[in-house]
Nanobody
Framework: VQLVESGGGLVQAGGSLRLSCAAS????????MGWYRQAPGKQRELVASITSGGSTNYADSVKGRFTISRDNAKNTVYLQMNSLKPEDTAVYYC?????????WGKGTLVTVSS
């Protein structure tokens, strides 16, 4: 059972990044996968989630700027982040529940400079 994130980095405000989360098949078949983030000194918060059927949910702070999607053939979930702001700076984590256990990736750092 593994979740492996990639795609983080340093970007200027207004720029874009796409995060990827490669998941093992047993996790990917779960109902929902999500992206969370944790900024320094703050609690981890939900950014976006997507069900196996493609229904999505977004935090108010990212609506209209971020898009979550999944490629079932590749067992991968993506987070396209546009119009990035300095307040989006955080470690972004991939998440999936399976049989009552919460699985997390190790995270990928996104830094947005002003």
């Amino acid at each position: 059972v593994q979740l492996v994130e990639s795609g983080g980095g340093l970007v200027q405000a207004g720029g874009s990044l796409r995060l990827s989360c490669a998941a093992s098949g047993s996790i990917f078949s779960t109902n929902v996968m999500g992206w969370y983030r944790q900024a320094p000194g703050k609690q981890r918060e939900l950014v976006a989630s997507i069900t196996s059927g493609g229904s999505t949910n977004y935090a108010d702070s990212v609506k209209g700027r971020f898009t979550i999607s999944r490629d079932n053939a590749k067992n991968t979930v993506y987070l396209q982040m546009n119009s990035l702001k300095p307040e989006d700076t955080a470690v972004y984590y991939c998440h999936a529940p399976l049989y009552g256990i919460n699985y997390w990736g190790k995270g990928t750092l996104v830094t947005v400079s002003s």
